[in-house]
């Protein structure tokens, strides 16, 4: 109960701070920032193994969810390739053609850690 409260009153500090609208590129930097001078930190003062583990969280957090992301757009397309195998991929396509214009260009990071392949992409695999 205590720690509820605890979190409640920091989230609340920082929709109050930062606004409505939470700048997540910036906080990955800062979370980045924070863990990559606490390893150094720990390298200072070696504590090699406080390091190794801090340095592990900084891989994870970056390998995690673009493994994520892959392995969610694979489903997808796996997704699509039973519904052809069914018999449904002139309508799949047919809706999917109705998305197109729904769709924004999504590049870079966020196209990385896009769980959904872009409609083009699933369209041609349709085809083919």
Known sequence: ???RAVSRLVVGLCYGLAGRRQPLALLGIV??????IAVGQAVQQGQWAAA???SGVIVCAVVCPVADAYVARRSEFAADRFAAARGAAPELASALLQ????????????????RHPSIERRLA????
């Open 99 to 114: 998305l197109t214009g729904d769709e924004r260009r999504v590049w870079g990071v966020a196209r990385l850690l896009s």
């Open 31 to 36: 979370v980045v920032a924070a863990v990559g």
């Open 52 to 54: 190794a583990v801090l």
């Open 125 to 128: 695999a349709l085809a083919g």
């Open 1 to 3: 109960m205590p720690w």
